[in-house]
């Protein structure tokens, strides 16, 4: 040990303990000198060896320590205790200046304790900047904010809870929560919550509150509450928060005000928009048979608006002939799945047998649990309808004027053409022949007359012959096609027609029908036909759905067939034969020239047209023709027919 | 044997103005032909004219428009219409005028002189 109690030579074991301690520990003497100090003095201070025996006043570390010979001196005097915080560079310590007496001897000197406080001071600065650094912000926050002890007394508040409530720290330090603004918070669960939350069961719950200030008048707050704990600390406090929400109630308020503004809007449109073009929507949960209607759908109904609206119900309005069709909107999703966009005409029966024409566009969903719902829209389309039959009527009538007043001017021109010399043929004839049975008979007479003949006859044939170069047929046009987009086309084509008289028409396409050469006009001709000679088959029929089925499909690798399938009248076995004849007819108003047309087509594309009965009820009519050759089709010519006469 | 009675033919057609004329010569009557109305208006043979046998279509007058002259003029010659039209609608209207008969060409050699005896028993 270099350093040592100098003048104290019975406390070896003191100094060992002096220099096992971390502060330093000065002796000075009466006379200002230095005594003795331990190792924490040499490596804290700085203080030497040689340093034992100089005044205070030469050691530079102590010269810096202002007044410390008036301060020791007056210790020695006083026998007091003195303390100081001195400052050396960046470290600060605590000075203790104490009176030193050694055994019963008077106070000989002081001894100077140096405790390092320059970690203490850091902390204790961050921890006042944070303080006011803290204070700053809860200051400067809009919203008011308090700190209140357990059993609510406000301890402390911001800035803004102040001139909020309009109150002062001083006459609210300490006053229960409950009992400001004229009790405004004294609300029953107040305190319970606050129990709660702060036994850790439950977290505190925001409340709505409405209060008037006196400046600011009426607001509305949310109030918070947050337990604050301080670890070591068993005092727990609560902030309570205040958070002004009227400007966005307000707002709120006005956003609501306006999109229920435009929601009426918008609804108002709708309806206006219905009742304009006769529409009406409605939806069908099928499983429950909820429906829900809109207020145009009453109105097309005839039924009074609001009054529940039930499958039977409906049922009264619906002609009979098409409530079927409810019937299949109920099995239509669980047989196809999928998409299930479709569309349907049907007829009301008004009370007053006035007859509504409707046309429906239907959607078909799954609600979430997997239950089919419809969303419709109806339209009332009656006058449409009934222009269109309008239409259709005068169409026809002007059609089949048309077509009598041409077929009967030909008939009479032919008639006039040929009887012309039929009727020179047989009066030469009757002549020829009294000519040769007179007696002598007049040979040169007859003669005459066989030459006449001949000549009417020659000027008949010509009549004919002038007739096929008009109505001849043509060399047709042929071309690779898709038989069942003709098919398709025919059907749209006819579609309505068929509706009108109520034809249930199902279409059963075959998939991957190879393509076949021909004309396409002149095919869906024959097409056309079996759905109309189909339909009038099955125009007498009440007894049973008017279904009508029409198929195509691939034959024996090279053909394609197509059938057209009636659930009507059919035909008598013996008829069988005659049915394709040209002048043959069942019909009372058919021309019975169809059938024979549409064989003569069909043999010209080297195919074959027959017919059926069916098992239980109508015929099937159909024909096969052979597809188009490899992939790669050719044009197959078809030559017009010359058997009919000369060329 | 008395003088012949002359049957008129009056028909826009050839034929028929050389093929019945014949005939009706093998039947034992006199015969004219006439290839129009007019025709047989200027001919000047309609006081000695005991049976007109008329075609109906022809070009100018018509057979029905020479009927309604001769009513007119009061020539009360016996008709035989005949027409290749085969318009049966004609037939009673032509009837209701006063025609004897109507005959559609074709007619058979039975028919045309069942019309002929009609006509001369009528007047």
């Known amino acids: 040990m270099t350093t040592g109690f100098q003048g104290i030579p019975a406390a070896i074991d003191l100094i060992h303990i002096l220099d096992t301690i971390e502060v330093p520990i000065v002796f000075v003497r009466r006379d200002f000198v230095i005594a003795c100090f331990n190792k924490a003095a040499a490596d804290g201070l700085g203080l030497s060896a040689a340093d034992v025996g100089r005044t205070c006043r030469d050691v530079s570390v102590l010269a810096r320590l202002p007044r410390l010979e008036q301060q020791c001196r007056q210790v020695i005097a006083d026998g007091v205790e003195w303390r100081a915080d001195f400052r050396d560079g960046d470290r600060w310590f605590v000075v203790r200046i104490s009176p030193c007496s050694i055994g019963d001897r008077p106070i000989s000197g002081t001894v100077l304790t140096f405790t390092n406080v320059t970690a203490f001071r850091a902390s204790t600065d961050q921890a006042i900047y944070e303080r006011e650094f803290t204070k700053a912000i809860l200051n400067t926050v809009a919203d008011p904010l308090v700190v209140v002890s357990p059993d609510l007394r406000i301890q402390s508040g911001n800035r803004a809870f102040y001139t909020t409530f309009s109150v002062s720290r001083d006459e609210t330090q300490g006053v229960p929560l409950d009992e400001v603004g004229n009790g405004a918070f004294a609300f029953r669960t107040l305190r319970a919550q606050f129990e709660e939350m702060l036994a850790g069961r439950h977290a505190f719950q925001p409340v709505e509150v409405e209060h008037v200030f006196p400046r600011k008048g009426q607001r509305t ?67 429950t048979d909820e429906i829900t209607w809109s207020e145009q759908l009453y109105r097309i109904y005839e039924f009074e608006v609001g009054m529940p609206v039930t499958l039977e119900l409906i049922r009264t309005r619906v002609h009979p002939e098409d409530v079927s069709l409810l019937e299949k909107m109920k099995m239509v999703d669980q047989a196809r799945g999928g998409s299930n966009d479709f569309e349907w005409q049907y007829r009301l029966l008004m009370p007053d047998h006035s007859i509504k024409y409707m046309h429906a566009v239907a959607h078909a969903t799954r609600d979430r649990d997997g239950q089919l719902e419809y969303i419709a829209a109806v339209q009332d389309v009656t006058v449409r309808r009934i222009s269109e039959e309008a239409l259709t009527r005068a169409r026809t009538e002007l059609a089949h004027v048309a077509r009598a007043t041409t077929l009967g001017t030909l008939t009479a021109s032919i008639a006039h053409e040929v009887n012309q010399p039929l009727s020179g043929i047989i009066t030469n004839a009757s002549t020829c022949l009294r000519m040769l049975d007179a007696d002598p008979p007049n040979v040169d007479g007859a003669r005459e007359t066989v030459r006449r003949t001949i000549r009417d006859a020659d000027r008949a044939s010509d009549v004919i012959t002038r007739l096929r170069a008009l109505f001849g047929r043509k060399s047709t046009t042929t071309e690779s096609l898709d038989l069942n987009e003709a098919t398709r086309e025919v059907i749209a084509l006819s579609l309505s027609e068929l509706q009108g008289s109520g034809v249930i028409l199902r279409a059963d396409l075959g998939d991957d029908l190879p393509l076949v050469t021909g004309d396409r006009v002149q095919l869906q001709q024959v097409i056309l036909n079996l759905l109309r000679n189909a339909a009038d088959a099955m125009s007498g029929i009440d007894d049973r759905p008017k279904q009508l089925v029409i198929r195509t499909e691939r034959v024996d690798d090279d053909g394609v067939c197509l059938s057209v399938q009636d659930a009507g009248v059919g035909f008598a076995p013996e008829d069988i034969d005659r049915m394709f004849d040209a002048f043959y007819t069942t019909k009372s108003g058919g021309m019975g020239i169809g059938l024979s047309v549409s064989r003569s087509i069909i043999e010209r594309h080297r195919g074959r047209l027959w017919a059926a009965r069916n098992d239980d009820q109508g015929a099937t009519f159909a024909f096969s023709i052979p597809c188009a050759p490899d992939t790669k089709p050719r044009p ?11 060329p | 044997m008395a003088k012949r009675s002359l049957v008129s033919v009056v028909d826009d057609d050839e034929s028929v103005r050389e093929s019945l004329p014949d005939l009706l010569r093998e039947f034992g009557f006199e015969a004219k032909a006439f290839a129009s109305a007019e025709e047989f208006l200027a001919s000047g043979y309609l006081e000695q004219t005991r049976c007109l046998i008329l075609d109906i279509a022809m070009p100018g007058m018509s057979g029905q428009d020479l009927q309604e002259e001769l009513t007119r003029r009061r020539q009360k010659i016996p008709i035989v219409f005949i027409t290749a039209t085969g318009d049966e609608t004609v037939r009673p209207l032509v009837l209701e005028r006063g025609a004897v008969e109507c005959l559609f060409k074709p007619f058979s050699e039975k028919a045309l002189l069942g019309a002929l005896n009609a006509a001369l028993s009528v007047a």
């Open chain 1, 636 to 646: 197959a010519v078809i030559e017009p027919e010359h058997a009919m006469g000369k």
């Open chain 1, 221 to 287: 707050l949310i109030l918070g509450a947050h337990p604050l704990s301080v670890p070591g600390h068993s005092q727990r406090r609560v902030l309570v928060t205040f958070q002004d929400i009227t400007a966005r109630k307000q707002a709120e308020a006005a956003k609501d005000l306006r999109s229920e503004k435009e929601l009426r809007r918008s609804e108002a449109f709708l309806t206006e928009g219905q009742r304009l073009s006769l529409t009406g929507t409605f939806s069908w949960k099928v499983a």
